[in-house]
Each structure stands twice: as C-alpha cells, then as structure tokens.
T-cell receptor, first 116, second 116 residues
Framework: EPEVTQTPSHQVTQMGQEVILRCVPI?????FYWYRQILGQKVEFLVS????????KSEIFDDQFSVERPDGSNFTLKIRSTKLEDSAMYFC??????????????FGPGTRLTVL | GENVEQHPSTLSVQEGDSAVIKCTYS??????FPWYKQELGKRPQLIID?????GEKKDQRIAVTLNKTAKHFSLHITETQPEDSAVYFC???????????????FGQGTELSVKP
C-alpha cells in the first residue's frame, strides 16, 4: 500500500539556521499538509496546499515558514531561521479527491527537528 | 472557533475491558471525524472515521458514534488488548471545499494503557 514518506527522520540544527524538511506524498493525491507535534502535545495544523498554492495556514505558519512543491513528487517545508521553540516532530500528510474518502489524510513517519 | 476537546487525557483499563474516549467539536466543523492511534515515536495511524451522515460505525473491536445535535463523538474499544496501548487522537475537519482539502483539528489526545 502506498505511503507518505519523509526525510530526514531526524534533523539537528543550530538556532538561526535554515532547514528544509522533505516529503513525498502518495502519488495520486492532490492535497498536501504539514502538521507539527511538540513532544507530549497534540498534533497542530500548519498549512495546507493544493494546486500549487497554499490553501490555508495557521497562526503558527508565520513568515519564517514556506512550502513548495518543486517537482511532481516532492513537497517541502522550509524554516528560514529556526528558533528553539521550533523543536518538534513535523508530519506531512496527503489526501486525494476520491469521492468515497475525500477527507482522509494519510500521515508520513515524521521528521524530528531539534534546534540547539 | 475551531476547537476539539477530548477526554479523558489518560485511561487505564484491564485487558478485556472496554475503553471509551469522548470528544466534542465546535460549530464550524465539517462532516468528517477521524480517529488516529499513535504509538510512541511513530506517525498517527487512522483507525476509524465517521461522516456526519451516519450515527455509528463499527470495525471489529472498534466503534465510533456521532451525535450531531450535541456535537460530540466517541471511540469505543471492546475486549481491549495490551497492543491497544497507545495515544488516541480524535480530530475534526475544518475548512476545505466540497469536503475536500480541509484541515484536521486534533483533540488533546488520550493515553490508553491496557494492563495484562
């Protein structure tokens, strides 16, 4: 069964550095999302993406964040200047337009970002 | 606003007993309510979902009920087993167009512990 994949599994960076988290959504899916989960807390929505543009973003998704679909398979999240509070697990998800299951989102394994 | 409340935060049951987790959602939620199971350090895995055109759905030992009037939905696990031990998240979809592409707003999670 196809799965969402993410790389790297763990990223350690220094405060102020830029990081790019990569995701490969399920191949026939059209909607893409990023969520984050701070250790021990709930999963929080960051941004949704459809038809090569952002559909919606949360208050967390400020000017330091950006998303891109650079080619037909990858979906990336960039944090320009990382802060300590950006340390979290970042999950990518995707969903398709299957009318039987239009809202079902499938999550990747996550990238654990540690900002020192 | 967009909010999902989940209770309890922790739940400990004896193997073979039932477990019930409850969630409430705010007005503007869409029609889709999934439940995810998350084991330590792993991705959220969809275990069951329900759409607002039905009141109950069952899949083997797992069932979900939805009360649209009261705006709450519940997860029921019968004959619990130690491998059911995990954190369970309810979620509701907000936004999107024609039930597609909406973001998931998660509850705070319930840590279920099943003692052998």
């Amino acid at each position: 069964e196809p799965e969402v994949t993410q790389t790297p599994s763990h990223q350690v960076t220094q405060m102020g550095q830029e990081v790019i988290l990569r995701c490969v959504p399920i191949s026939n899916h059209l909607y893409f999302y990023w969520y984050r989960q701070i250790l021990g807390q709930k999963v929080e929505f960051l941004v949704s993406f459809y038809n090569n543009e952002i559909s919606e973003k949360s208050e967390i998704f400020d000017d330091q964040f950006s998303v891109e679909r650079p080619d037909g398979s990858n979906f990336t999240l960039k944090i320009r200047s990382t802060k300590l509070e950006d340390s979290a697990m970042y999950f990518c998800a995707s969903s398709d337009s299957n009318l039987r299951r239009p809202d079902t989102q499938y999550f990747g394994p996550g990238t654990r970002l540690t900002v020192l | 606003g967009e909010n999902v409340e989940q209770h309890p935060s922790t739940l400990s049951v004896q193997e073979g007993d039932s477990a019930v987790i409850k969630c409430t959602y705010s007005d503007s939620a869409s029609n889709y309510f999934p439940w995810y199971k998350q084991e330590l350090g792993k991705r959220p895995q969809l275990i069951i979902d329900i759409r607002s055109n039905v009141g109950e759905k069952k899949d083997q030992r797992i069932a979900v009920t939805l009360n649209k009037t009261a705006k709450h939905f519940s997860l029921h696990i019968t004959e619990t087993q130690p491998e059911d031990s995990a954190v369970y998240f309810c979620a509701a979809t907000y936004g999107g167009i024609y039930n597609q592409g909406g973001k998931l707003i998660f509850g705070q999670g319930t840590e279920l512990s099943v003692k052998p």
